[in-house]
């Protein structure tokens, strides 16, 4: 009996707490995909006995409910009637499921957009700044060189220069002209005012500016972020109300001239001072702290958090203070311990993720931290999954524990980690120290990381090297994956054949579909299985529907939740009720694509009539 779509939709709209409690509705090739505002009002249990419902689950801040292929694309065009919703696009979708995250979630997202473009910048300078102050301490003669001066130049630009390239890339993640970004990233540390890094040296009184009633310190915002961002945020908010008021005849002159002018008088007038009083209270606070072992824990539980602030460079004040009074600097294995602990997390991450992309990122992150450059780890790795952040604060602070009972101390400052042996008093306890800071840091993150399983690569296997991919030779597969008693499906794909249960997507690995398999591809061409016709190519042409001769129905659906790339390295050689043969090439897709994508490339193959068979045999 065919399925009634209107009465499937009312059913489904009645169990989820009416009209307002839905963000936004999308559909992919085999479920609707809700966001919801209030899970605690939808009644998940009455939705899966609903006719035509064949699963429900939630991921993603999306609630996903599966129909099936051919028959989720009608329900949907009903429960829009019914709701009277908008179609929203799958970036939509993705955007409403980012509102409903609490509000420190939708922070650190934020975080996470404005840093993720930036990464190879900051982790290729965090890495070779490590090398080069370390070969500048180790060999003295060196950091006199020509060389030492260059390649210091080229290390550490991408930080001189960090606001301009946050300042950009927060532009693009809040919706403002990149450009006026740049402009108020340059702002931020113009050559006029003092360079932040050398405030603590600096001879004579800092020089103020009175503007509006304020008192404004000339000081730049080198090594700063989260001041960066919130200018930029403002910016983009300025910007956008003043597009919607402007005349069009007058836009291009006056928006920009007042945009750029407002934020910066805000930014050097009212975010300004409040950093500049919030450095000075971190300052007085940490330096109390310090002064026995357990406010030293704390400050190497809390120096993450001055990290992502811009505000550890002032600590400099601490040290030279403890050398000049003390001849020891104590304060510098407390940095060690929170640095290697943020390392020994980043490290975690890398060895432990499948998400290629990201082991990309975390494995140099790591390097780069445990030569007391953080920066990387921290934004690019630890700080977006948090938890791995908070492990590597635990492993600050008890190592920085150890640290104060042990009285170790250094004879200088500006480096950290492992370049710190080179100024360390007591080598073997200073080991010890970085053990214990990193060990929990490492330990914690493997026992409270767990990677979302819709990102996991089954059984960790990595993209091959675009060499390989290149070389590999496009043969179409010829062995059977699926056997019924009317006729057999071929491999659409090369590639090794998994379980079901392996396949990271829990709707196909519990084979709600059908009878499944997947298929780990090794080529990005996607064959017809036999003969028969096209059912259905989804939109995205990341999924494709056919019918045997003899009647199988089957889904070949490329990668997972890469309905989110929008056709993005996705092309379709065949459109619906097309005939096709047994070896002909359906679709192509970008495996490469897809991994940058933070997706596993698996190609699932499911025999969606299966309950109309007997005898089924998969070969895994």
């Not at 929203?88 to 409903?100: F, L, V």
């Not at 500016?209 to 001041?227: A, E, M, T």
């Not at 330096?287 to 460079?313: C, D, E, R, S």
């Not at 940095?335 to 943020?342: P, R, Y």
Request: proline fraction near 5%; charged fraction near 15%.
């Amino acid at each position: 009996m065919a399925l009634d779509y209107r009465k499937c939709a009312e059913e489904i709209f009645s169990h989820l707490g009416g009209k307002d409690n839905i963000a936004s509705a999308a559909h992919c090739a085999t479920r609707l995909r809700l966001v919801i505002v209030d899970n605690s009002k939808v009644d998940e249990n009455a939705i899966e006995n609903v006719d035509g419902v064949k699963g429900v689950f939630e991921s993603n801040g999306q609630l996903q409910i599966i129909i099936g292929t051919g028959t989720v694309n009608k329900v949907y065009d009903e429960f829009l009637a019914i709701t009277g919703l908008s179609a929203a696009t799958k970036e939509e979708a993705k955007a409403a499921a980012a509102k409903q995250m609490p509000v420190w979630k939708q922070v650190l997202k934020a975080l996470g957009d404005v840093f993720v473009p930036i990464l190879p910048a900051i982790v290729a300078s965090g890495l070779m700044m490590g090398l080069v102050e370390a070969l500048g301490k180790a060999i003295p003669g060196f950091s006199a060189t020509d060389w030492y001066s260059f390649l210091d130049m080229v290390a550490n630009t991408a930080f001189a220069y960090l606001p301009v390239l946050v300042a950009i890339s927060a532009a693009k993640v809040f919706g403002g002209n990149v450009y006026l970004g740049a402009v108020i990233g340059l702002l931020m540390i113009h050559s006029n005012l003092i360079n932040a890094w050398a405030v603590a040296s600096y001879e004579g009184t800092i020089p103020v500016w009175h503007l509006l009633g304020f008192s404004v310190r000339q000081v730049g915002y080198q090594g700063h972020v989260i001041p960066v961002i919130i200018a930029v945020w403002l910016m983009c908010r300025i910007e956008n109300w003043l597009h919607k008021h402007i005349p069009e005849m007058i836009d291009l002159f006056v928006v920009p001239l007042v945009t750029v002018l407002v934020t910066a008088l805000l930014t050097f007038c009212i975010i300004g001072p409040i950093f500049s009083t919030l450095e000075n209270w971190v300052l007085a606070g940490a330096q109390i702290l310090v002064k026995n072992p357990f406010g030293a824990a704390a400050m190497g539980a809390l120096y993450p958090w001055t990290v992502v602030m811009g505000l550890h460079h002032m600590y400099n004040i601490i040290e030279a203070g403890m050398l000049t009074s003390a001849g020891l600097n104590t304060w510098m294995p407390i940095a060690s311990a929170a640095n290697f602990a943020q390392f020994g997390a980043c490290l975690a991450v890398g060895l432990r993720t499948h998400d290629n992309k990201l082991k990309q990122v975390a494995i140099p992150s790591s390097l780069s931290a445990s030569l007391g450059i953080t920066e990387p780890a921290i934004f690019g790795v630890n700080l977006r999954l948090f938890k791995p952040f908070i492990a590597g604060m635990i492993g600050g602070a008890v190592g920085s524990l150890f640290a104060a009972f042990s009285g170790i101390g250094a004879t200088a400052y500006g480096v950290t980690g492992i370049p710190g042996y080179l100024t360390i008093n007591r080598p073997l306890v200073y080991t010890i120290l970085l053990a214990i800071s990193g060990g929990v840091g490492f330990v914690l993150t493997n026992i409270l990381y767990k990677e979302d399983p819709e990102k996991e690569d089954p059984e960790g296997k990595e993209l091959d090297s675009l060499d390989e991919q290149s070389a590999a030779a496009s043969s179409i597969p010829d062995a059977t994956v699926i056997t019924t008693e009317k006729g057999t499906v071929t491999a659409p794909v090369a590639g090794t054949v998994v379980a079901a249960s392996k396949i990271p997507d829990p709707m196909f690995a519990q084979e709600t579909m059908g009878p499944s398999i997947g298929i780990e591809p090794t080529d990005g061409v996607v064959y017809a299985p036999f003969d028969g016709t096209v059912l259905m190519v989804f939109p995205t042409n990341h999924a494709v529907g056919l019918r045997s001769d003899s009647g199988m129905e089957v889904l070949i659906h490329v990668g997972v939740d890469t309905v989110n790339m929008n056709g993005d390295g996705f092309e379709s050689f065949v459109k619906q009720d097309d005939a096709v043969k047994k070896g002909q090439k359906l679709l192509t897709f970008d495996r490469k694509k897809i991994k940058e994508a933070g997706h596993p490339d698996t190609v699932i193959v499911a025999l969606t009539n299966g309950a109309e068979f007997q005898n089924i045999t998969k070969a895994a």
